[in-house]
Every structure is written in C-alpha cells, then in structure tokens.
C-alpha cells in the first residue's frame, strides 16, 4: 500500500536553528498538509498545499514556516529560528480526489 | 467553524470489556467527512476509519465498530472484547471543504484508552 514518508524520524535542534523536515507523499496526490501536535495534545492543521502553492494555512503557520515542493517528489517544511516551544510531533499528509487521507508517521522535533 | 468534542479524556477497562468512545462534531456544511485515527505510543497515526455525510450506515470491522448518527452529530467507536494491544490515544477528526479546495483535518483532544490485563 502506498505510504507518505518522512524523514528524518527524530531532529534535535538548538533553539535560533533552522530546521528542514521532509516528506515524500503519494505520488498521484494532490493535496499535501503539515500538521503539528505538541506532546500530550491534540494534533492541529499548520497549511495545504497544492498546485504548487500555498491553499489555506492556520495562525501557526507565521512567518517563520515555509513550504516548498522542489521537486515532483518531496514537500518540505522549514522553520527558520527555531524556539523552544516547537518542540513537537510533525505529520505531514497527502489527500487524493476522494480526499483519502494518508499521514506520515511523523518527525519528532525536540528543541534544546 | 467545525468543531470536535471527546469529552472522554481517559477511560480504563479491564481486558475484555467492551468500551465506546464518544466523539460530537459541529460543522454547517452538508457534506463532511468523519475519521477516526489511532495513536499508539511509539506516536504514529493510524487511519481506522473514514465516513462521509451522507453514509449514516453503522460499520463493523472485526472488533470495532462506529455508530454515526447525524441527528446528534455523533461517530461512537465502540471497541468489543478489548485487548491490551487497544491501549492508545484516539482521535475523532472532521474534515469539511475550507472553501480553498483542500480538506484540512479538525481533531478532537483525543481519549486516552488504557486496557489493563
């Protein structure tokens, strides 16, 4: 079955650095997502993705995210200074046309 | 704005027992969709179940089974025969059209299921 990878599968940062997380989502998908959930909570919408831009992101998602698709395979989210308080659980996701959700199984960031 | 409620935050049971974990959504549109997602503890997300508006069939998968009721605006997951390995944190979620084309997840704050032997 088709799977939406991420890597790597836990960063430890020091706060101020930038960071890159990635993901490869399904290939005939059209939608991709970064959602976030901080430990011990629920897990909350940051942005979509599609057609090459940005379709809805979330008041997380301030100046100091980014996505990109580079290339026709991966989906990246970049934090810029990186604080203490995005240590978290990253998933990202990819939806087809009939909105069939398939999550990573996540990039744990820890920030020190 | 949609809206998912668990308001069970954790439930024990002893193995064997059956257990349902309640989950009321709001949203005005009329077509939505339901999820319910698995997180054991090494913290992925498994996908149980997905289900649309306008499908208010009752669902059995082996031991699982929903109860998806538009009148209250509740999917139930209720868990026969519990086993240890059920022992997790579940998430209702609710997806609806923001409007920009993508179909972005509400979760609920999820119930911790402890099954204890």
């Known amino acids: 079955e088709p799977e939406v990878t991420q890597t790597p599968s836990h960063q430890v940062t020091q706060m101020g650095q930038e960071v890159i997380l990635r993901c490869v989502p399904i290939?005939?998908?059209?939608?991709f997502y970064w959602y976030r959930q901080i430990l011990g909570q629920k897990v909350e919408f940051l942005v979509s993705f599609y057609n090459n831009e940005i379709s809805e992101k979330s008041e997380i998602f301030d100046d100091q995210f980014s996505v990109e698709r580079p290339d026709g395979s991966n989906f990246t989210l970049k934090i810029r200074s990186t604080k203490l308080e995005d240590s978290a659980m990253y998933f990202c996701?990819?939806?087809?046309?009939?909105?069939?959700?398939?999550f990573g199984s996540g990039t744990r960031l820890t920030v020190v | 704005a949609q809206k998912v409620t668990q308001a069970q935050t954790e439930i024990s049971v002893v193995e064997k027992e059956d257990v349902t974990l309640d989950c009321v959504y709001e949203?005005?549109?009329?077509?939505?969709?339901l999820f319910w997602y698995k997180q054991p503890p090494s913290g992925e997300l498994v996908f149980l179940i997905r289900?649309?508006?306008?499908?208010?069939q009752n669902e059995i998968s082996g031991r699982y089974s929903w109860n998806f009721q538009k009148s209250t605006s509740s999917f139930n997951f209720t868990i026969t025969a519990s086993q240890v390995v059920d022992s997790a944190v579940y998430f209702c979620?609710?997806?609806?059209?923001?409007?920009?084309?993508?179909?972005?997840?509400?979760f609920g704050k999820g119930t911790k299921l402890s099954v204890i032997p």
């Open positions: 949203t005005r549109d009329t077509t939505y969709y």
């Open positions: 290939s005939n998908h059209l939608y």
């Open positions: 996701a990819s939806t087809d046309t009939s909105y069939g959700y398939t």
């Open positions: 979620a609710l997806s609806e059209d923001s409007g920009a084309g993508s179909y972005q997840l509400t």
């Open positions: 289900r649309n508006s306008f499908d208010e």
